[in-house]
């Protein structure tokens, strides 16, 4: 194989993504974990797909997922450059070292665009600066992204954008109105009524208890605030909104397949992602912002939001972005996009048009000019 590609896993929105890579850069996967991240719905579980790959063997030890066989698989393949996502606290360096001892060609992936102030991420960034900056090239998921490594040092030609990606053939399918009266009924949700979703983890990172406030804090013409997922922060929410006798204006539904998503999506006036920085995250993109954009509905974001900061999502050109942590502002942007139908339609439309240039086709061009750069780099050092 000509490329080794380590990370976590393999979630469902990038088997196609990885099946090209395969075929572009003669790629073998590793995986060295099973999936149990703090931020992955157990019910999504991992995928497989029609590339090579391995899921190796491993144990948790002190929050991080141990797999030994991993540098015995880098050592003993003919590689000739290595892949490698920025988490990971055993899998990371043990792939640099090993790259490094084969002298290959490093490439880094990543998706951090702020300095974490958890403990850990304190105390380890002086270590992870130094990875930027000593990796041949670094891959990233968006200007944001970029600009960030530049401020950490990090050389302008060796950076990379590969833009965030996810599957246009599944999100962008067609909905029938059959299919959008069945899921409304399903919801008990009377036809024709505006819905504001929130679709993924309810937990405090994403701003939800922001988008109950936003929501209950002023009149909204007469639209229902769907919250579909699971998380910690469902029962306070479902608490708060019995007391405000809300019940009427505010659901919630379970955690649902990505096979699903797309008709929550098409029945949707406007998709939120609130999300706001916190000590050990910021959102280093928010892919439902794609999926929503694939079915031409309109999105409000926060400006801590990655998708909002890499461009995908403008303000007043493919959605609203608003102030983080500001329930007023948020509220504010969520009544002009359902009282302005003209509004709501023109969002819904270039935000349709945008995210087909945020295809897998230019992700994994951005993955194979970094490669093909990390080679020339190492062959001149």
Not at 129 to 149: C, I, M, Q
């Amino acid at each position: 194989m000509s490329v080794a590609f380590v990370t976590n896993f393999c979630p469902h929105y990038r088997v196609r993504t990885f099946e090209m890579i395969a075929d572009r850069l003669d790629a073998e996967f590793f995986f060295f974990s099973p999936g149990r991240e703090w931020y992955w719905p157990a019910g999504y579980g991992v995928r497989s797909g029609a590339f090579p790959h391995r899921y190796l063997r491993g144990f948790g030890f002190a929050g991080a997922s141990i797999t030994p066989s991993l540098p015995c698989h880098l050592a003993r393949r003919r590689h000739t450059a290595v892949v490698k996502c920025v988490n990971g606290r055993f899998a990371l360096p043990a792939t640099y070292l090993t790259a490094r001892a084969r002298g290959l060609p490093f490439v880094l992936w990543t998706g951090v665009w702020h300095k974490l102030q958890s403990g850990p991420h304190r105390f380890l960034h002086p270590l992870t600066r130094s990875l930027y900056r000593r990796s041949d090239a670094v891959v990233t998921y968006g200007e944001h992204v970029r600009r960030f490594l530049v401020a950490e040092g990090v050389e302008p030609e060796r950076i990379f954008v590969a833009p965030h990606a996810t599957d246009a053939e599944l999100y962008g399918r067609s909905v029938s109105d059959e299919e959008l009266a069945t899921l409304r009924h399903r919801l008990h949700l009377p036809a024709g009524r505006p819905v504001v979703l929130y679709l993924g983890r309810l937990e405090r990172a994403k701003g939800v208890h922001l988008l109950l406030d936003a929501f209950l804090g002023g009149p909204i013409v007469d639209a229902v605030l769907l919250f579909v997922g699971s998380g910690i922060e469902k029962e306070a929410l479902m608490r708060r909104t019995a007391e405000a006798g809300a019940g009427d204006r505010v659901r919630y539904a379970p955690a649902i397949s990505p096979e699903e998503a797309p008709a929550y999506h098409a029945m949707a006036s406007v998709l939120v992602l609130a999300s706001i920085t916190t000590p050990r995250f910021k959102e280093p993109w928010g892919l439902v912002v794609n999926e929503a954009f694939h079915q031409g509905t309109p999105v409000v974001t926060s400006d801590a939001v990655g998708a909002a900061a890499g461009g995908l999502v403008e303000d007043r050109v493919t959605g609203l972005v608003v102030p983080e942590g500001d329930p007023i502002a948020l509220g504010r942007a969520l009544r002009q996009v359902l009282l302005d139908d003209d509004l709501r339609r023109r969002l819904g439309g270039t935000a349709r048009d945008r995210v087909a240039d945020w295809s897998n086709e230019r992700m994994v061009q951005g993955f194979a000019d970094a490669v093909a750069a990390a080679r020339r780099r190492r062959r001149r050092t």
